[in-house]
């Protein structure tokens, strides 16, 4: 593509530079892989020679050690403990008992059966008895609970040679080694921020990352009603749960893999319409509200402000059963209007519920937005509208040329995350129609508002399908970050973290 | 004369238009607020305790409030449970967001990026899938049931890092100077992070209270499910929610909105006294986030 | 306050009396009461147990009382630290599904999740004396219904999850409320009155008239796996076809309302409904001074042929999760057997109103005088005992009887079972 000047891409009008956009945007991907390509090369290439100089190192300080950095290899934090860092060779100790406790006792058993994930059934006796056998659920998530300690063993273990190593060079320049007060003095200090970081990524590791992993192995297994730990085993079965995505029924009926299609693309309608009818709405309310000659500002604002105060499954819970069908409020408020004559079942046509949820979320949303739109309304430059005015320009014009280009560039961001966000709206669907109204020609009872995460929620506790939840779990990572990665290449990037301070 | 005519005109469309925006505005706020009088209502309603067209009662009484607070039903105790939930998680919580949002607004070391990005990365797993495992972890370490109550905390406030964006957009907007200065006069960074940053963070602090301190109220999936029947391990919400089963709502639905009514009360309360900090923490968020 | 002790102390009090008169039944030193087997599982089990137990809220205080009466019973030879804990019946299905170790021994379930947690094991089977003694006591069909192929997997607790007619008895005669049109006419002409009935919209109700006609819908559980692998299934036939008809005929009237909830008295003529709006219905027709009718379905007439509705027999089941401990699981049995035997159901019945399964029970004069039981019982001619089935199975009937009653000609009622038929095989589990 020619390079356009700057002023012959001003001569376009605005279809032309979306095209523009658009074009050079499908043209630049081509470019983005070959740096994907380079990047991935470039790791792989870093990663064999940073193992083969861990492993060259390992060696060259145990051949050249002296005997306290060789006994470090077996007894972990010796070499530390004998050159006066008694602090931190206790810390590497402790490290290894715990280690070797947690094996022996516990982790150990788990780990081993993890290639099979269990081999004795559990026996039912004619007398009202079981024998438990296996579980495979502990299995599997002891068992990954058990890798990641040793992979934090062999970094330990690591960090202790290192600083034998260190320990040994200093020892020989005569220098002076950090003392266990010098190294306290250095957790409130320099390191300061390892001590911040210590609990909170404890707690991400075990409670997010952990069971991430689980979740991500379970795709591959069978995990299902009938292999449902502790009764049953489950185990894996390679990509099979991920082969029924592609499976395309022979019978008109319903598939998976296309209860999966249709619910991704209501997913995906349901986002761009719950994202953008807030984002809107909520700008012309806000801008309402902040209109010159406007008064009891803090009036309006509060009252919208107040249907954030009340817990989501209060509100929505009971807005849900305003609009029921043939009894709620809705309903007597319609009947009463018309005379008997009107009663909508809101909740029971798919259409009727789709856009009913879309208008329900217009009531939920649009406070947040009000709020986050008024900040912003406020940072414009008014000179910018004082000029406008000064050339005469209409109200729609200053929205069109002014606030609304400032807004996408400032709020771009912020867009993404709650388009991803909306993708995941858990609440509203599940509070409000609970997937409904269901239907025959979707897979494992799934509704006509069901959005993915709302039929994972389903598949997983009324259906106990863990391995489909898996996989749809996995497809909407997939979705949300590839549309996270696509987008945030289009939007101007106001996220220049350095630009503040 | 014609300038005049012209400035007359002008004031006569600002006054048409000014009277446009109070009506749209009047009727935004009966839309806001209407569903909430209408709950208040409800709770009033002892005529008939399951859903009906009528907002207004058809017998006006305190009964549901007294059924809620007598000895027929656990309401009390699943309040009090999610009470000392919301009460631990709020100063927990803040406490972890605030350390991960400091480390990563202040300090430059080699993990700090793979780090941000990780953490952005685990955020796009819908977390619902996880819900099964993390029972099974609180059940290893007996947190279930009965004992739920600091189960739910420790799983709330455990991963509570990763929410740190609101807070270290706000930490970068402080100028860096101010560090250094402090430095300079001899202070640690332990010291700087209490004694300096804090104190200038008190609106963003107040709004991360305030959010954390709301959260645990709403919960009513994974708390129903760790609780595993047990009322002693109970909350609220998974208690409300529970007299809306198809079975229960004939029965309950006017129990559940006087419920609603004495949970939100408080919250609300705490809000409207905080509202400021809240939207100056909302704003900052989307925007530098 | 005062109001809540005094009726709470009237609901106790036919209790406390009965434990006073400590029984008017005589029990041997099994524990259960006269008539008590000897069971196969005769091993010395005495000793000191602890018991979790989930029921439904409304019977949790009752249930301590009866477990009471239960270590009473035993003389001394049970000591029991039962923890009763208020869980309604799909939540024990899904808390036992989600922990069977830390869930309850004891649980009350309804019928339509027995395969699903029999194949998930939360369920012990039980022996031949007990299932003899139970289809003695209860009947052949209660103890079908907890019957999974060859095997019995709980105690049915109560029968009463079936529903039938209720009507308000000035608007609606005894005799109009037999047949579907002179019933319609009836509440068209206490001034457009409804009848509720939600038929289309709910798969549980729309079987009624299919049923009616003579079609069937069996599932096979394969034993191993716990998949459904096959049906047989005879909805789109020439009988499904009336079954349509009926059901389009239905919706044409102005006063059939496809909705549950019971405005019985006020906007509704009659209403299709389950035991569960019995009190509330009693209530307000001694309130607002009518008297209330209930009655089996009513028939319909299609083509000059007259069909009975027919319905499901619903069912409430007690079920034992498997134990690790021989001797506690001998005694959650016969736990089970005493709560679900004669008296205690009989008590259940008079503080709660669950239908019981027992015969003796139900021969109570009660029970007898229960006008919802009775028309329960006066149904359960022409009721189907609910079998095996996928539930997503009640969905599928749900829409098609909602295009069903959206039909303008014969012809798509016709289309509307060719799409049922055509989708049948996907409600067989995947894979």
Redesign the interface.
């Known amino acids: 593509m020619a390079q356009l000047t700057d002023l012959e891409y001003l001569k376009l009008n605005k279809a032309q530079r979306f095209g523009l956009k658009f074009t050079a945007f499908f043209k630049a991907i081509p470019g983005w892989f070959k740096n994907l390509g380079i990047k991935i090369w470039t790791f792989m290439k870093n990663f064999f020679w940073g193992v083969v100089n861990f492993f060259k190192n390992l060696g060259l300080t145990f051949w050249h050690g002296d005997w306290k950095t060789k006994v470090s290899y077996f007894v972990m934090g010796f070499g530390s403990v004998m050159r006066g860092q008694w602090l931190r060779g206790i810390l590497f100790f402790l490290f290894e008992v715990v280690f070797i406790l947690y094996m022996a006792l516990f982790g150990g058993k788990f780990l081993g059966q993890l290639y099979i994930l269990g081999q004795n059934e559990?026996s039912?006796?004619?007398?009202?008895?079981?024998?438990?056998g296996d579980n495979s659920?502990?299995i599997l998530?002891y068992g990954v609970l058990s890798l990641f300690f040793i992979v934090a063993l062999i970094y330990t273990w690591y960090l202790n040679i290192k600083q034998n190593k260190i320990g040994e060079d200093y020892v020989k320049a005569k220098k002076q080694l950090a003392t266990a007060k010098d190294d306290v003095?250095a957790l409130?200090?320099?390191d300061?921020?390892k001590?911040?970081?210590a609990?909170?990524?404890l707690?991400?590791l075990?409670?997010?990352?952990?069971?991430?992993f689980?979740?991500i192995l379970v795709a591959f297994t069978n995990y299902d009603?009938?292999h449902?730990p502790?009764?049953?085993l489950f185990g894996w079965v390679g990509y099979?749960n991920f082969g029924?995505l592609f499976q395309w029924?022979n019978?008109?009926?319903?598939?998976?893999s296309m209860t999966f299609g249709q619910i991704l693309l209501w997913t995906l309608v349901w986002a761009f319409f719950a994202t953008f009818t807030n984002y809107f709405l909520g700008m012309l309310?806000a801008m309402?509200?902040n209109?010159k000659?406007?008064k009891l500002k803090k009036l309006?604002?509060?009252?919208?402000?107040?249907?954030?105060?009340?817990?989501?499954?209060?509100?929505i819970?009971?807005?849900s059963?305003?609009f029921?069908?043939?009894?709620?409020?809705i309903?007597?408020i319609l009947?009463a209007i018309s005379g008997g004559k009107l009663l909508i079942d809101f909740w029971?046509n798919a259409w009727i519920a789709r856009i009913t949820v879309i208008i329900i979320n217009v009531?939920i949303g649009v406070?947040?937005l009000m709020?986050?739109v008024?900040?912003?309304l406020m940072n414009i430059p008014a000179d910018l509208y004082e000029s406008a005015n000064i050339d005469g320009a209409s109200p729609w014009q200053q929205y069109s040329k002014i606030t609304l280009p400032y807004m996408l560039f400032?709020?771009g961001?912020?867009l993404l995350?709650s388009f991803?966000g909306n993708m995941?709206n858990?609440?509203v669907i599940y509070l409000l129609t609970g997937g409904g109204p269901?239907?025959?020609?979707y897979?494992?009872?799934a509704g006509k508002t069901d959005l993915?995460?709302t039929w994972?929620?389903s598949l997983?506790?009324?259906d106990?399908n863990?391995k489909l939840?898996?996989v749809i779990?996995i497809m909407?990572?997939i979705v949300?970050?590839v549309l996270?990665l696509v987008i945030y290449n289009i939007i101007p990037s106001t996220r220049n973290?350095e630009e503040?301070? | 004369m014609a300038a005049e005519k012209h400035s007359m005109s002008m004031s006569k469309k600002k006054t048409i238009v000014n009277t446009i925006s109070y009506i749209v505005l009047g009727l935004i706020s009966v839309i806001w607020i209407l569903p909430f009088v209408f709950l208040l209502l409800k709770s009033f309603d002892i005529g008939n305790t399951g859903v009906t067209k009528n907002f207004i009662p058809s017998a006006w009484g305190f009964d549901n409030y007294a059924y809620l607070f007598s000895s027929d039903c656990n309401f009390l105790q699943w309040y009090f449970n999610t009470f000392i939930i919301a009460l631990f998680v709020c100063v927990i919580q803040t406490v972890m967001q605030f350390m991960m949002a400091y480390t990563l607004s202040r300090f430059r070391f080699k993990l700090r990026k793979p780090l941000m990005n990780i953490m952005l990365v685990l955020g796009m797993f819908p977390g619902f899938l996880t819900m099964i495992v993390l029972y099974q972890i609180l059940k290893t370490i007996g947190l279930t049931g009965d004992n739920a109550v600091p189960g739910l905390i420790l799983v709330y406030v455990a991963s509570s890092g990763m929410g740190y964006y609101v807070i270290k957009g706000f930490l970068d907007t402080l100028p860096k100077s101010l560090d250094e200065a402090a430095l300079v006069d001899g202070a640690n960074r332990m010291q700087i992070f209490v004694k300096v940053i804090i104190p200038l963070c008190k609106p963003i602090l107040i709004y991360t209270v305030l959010t954390s301190f709301m959260g645990p109220w709403g919960d009513f999936v994974f708390a129903y499910t760790v609780s595993l029947g047990s009322q002693a391990g109970m909350n609220v919400a998974a208690g409300l929610n529970s007299w809306l089963s198809p079975a229960n709502i004939g029965s309950h639905f006017t129990h559940f909105c006087a419920g609603g009514v004495i949970v939100a009360i408080p919250v609300m309360i705490l809000f409207l006294f905080l509202q400021k900090y809240y939207v100056e923490g909302v704003t900052g968020g989307a925007v530098k986030g | 306050m005062m109001k809540k002790f005094i009726r709470k102390s009237m609901i106790l009090l036919p209790a406390l009396l009965l434990s006073a008169c400590n029984f008017k039944f005589v029990y041997n030193i099994e524990g259960l009461p006269a008539g008590g087997l000897d069971f196969d599982d005769d091993i010395e089990d005495s000793g000191t147990y602890d018991i979790k137990v989930w029921v439904d809220d409304k019977i949790v205080d009752l249930t301590k009382s009866q477990i009471g009466q239960f270590v009473t019973a035993s003389g001394g030879k049970y000591t029991i630290n039962a923890t009763v804990e208020p869980v309604d019946e799909p939540g024990a299905a899904s808390k036992m599904l989600l922990d069977v170790q830390d869930g309850a021994d004891l649980f009350v379930f309804a019928q339509d999740q027995l395969s699903r947690l029999k194949v998930a094991g939360s369920l012990a089977k039980l022996s031949n004396t007990y299932v003899d003694a139970l289809t003695e006591e209860m009947g052949i069909e209660a103890v079908n219904a907890a019957k999974v192929n060859q095997d019995v997997y709980a105690f049915p607790i109560t029968s009463d999850n079936g529903y039938f007619l209720y009507y308000r008895k000035d608007w609606v005669s005894d005799d109009a409320a037999k047949n579907m049109t002179t019933l319609l006419a009836a509440c068209a002409a206490a001034g457009g009155k409804t009848l509720n009935f939600e038929a289309p919209s709910n798969g549980f109700y729309a079987a009624s008239y299919f049923m009616a006609t003579g079609c069937t819908s069996e599932w096979t559980l394969d034993d191993a796996s716990g998949k459904f692998t096959g049906y047989k299934d005879t909805y789109n036939s020439p009988e499904g076809l009336i079954a349509g008809k009926a059901l389009r005929e239905l919706n044409t009237s102005t006063v059939a309302k496809n909705s549950q909830a019971s405005k019985l008295g006020d906007t509704a003529a009659a209403v299709v409904s389950g035991i569960w709006e019995y009190e509330v219905a009693q209530n307000r027709a001694e309130k607002n001074g009518w008297e209330l009718g209930c009655a089996a379905l009513p028939s319909f007439t299609v083509d000059g042929k007259e069909y009975h509705l027919s319905s499901f027999d619903g069912y409430k089941l007690l079920g034992v999760k498997p134990q690790v401990d021989a001797k506690k699981a001998s005694v959650c049995r016969k736990l089970a057997r005493f709560l679900t035997g004669e008296d205690c159901q009989t008590e259940r019945f008079g503080e709660a109103s669950w239908g019981p399964t027992n015969i003796a029970s139900n021969q109570s004069e009660k029970v007898l005088a229960h006008k919802g039981l009775q028309a329960l019982h006066e149904q359960h001619k022409y009721a189907k005992a609910q079998g095996q089935c996928p539930g997503a199975w009640f969905t599928a009937l749900a829409t098609t009887a909602t295009t069903i009653v959206k039909a303008s000609s014969d012809g798509e009622v016709q289309a509307a079972l060719d799409t049922y038929k055509a989708g049948l095989t996907d409600l067989l589990d995947a894979d």
């Not at chain 1, 039912?124 to 438990?132: L, R």
């Open positions: 559990s039912m006796g004619d007398d009202g008895t079981i024998v438990y659920f502990n998530l003095k409130v200090d320099k300061f921020y001590t911040l970081l609990l909170p990524t707690g991400i075990i409670f997010t990352v952990l069971p991430i689980f979740m009603k009938s449902f502790p009764q049953n099979d029924l029924s019978s008109e009926g319903a598939s998976f309310v309402l509200i209109k000659g406007i309006w604002r509060t009252v919208l402000v107040f249907s954030i105060a009340i817990p989501q499954f209060i509100s819970l009971f807005v059963n305003m029921q069908y043939p009894d709620g409020i309903n007597g009947s029971g009531w406070p947040y709020l986050v008024t900040g912003i400032i709020t961001p912020y995350t991803t995941n858990f609440n269901k239907v025959q020609e897979y494992g009872n993915l995460i994972l929620f997983a506790v009324n106990t863990y939840a898996a779990g909407v990572f949300v970050a996270s973290e503040f301070q």
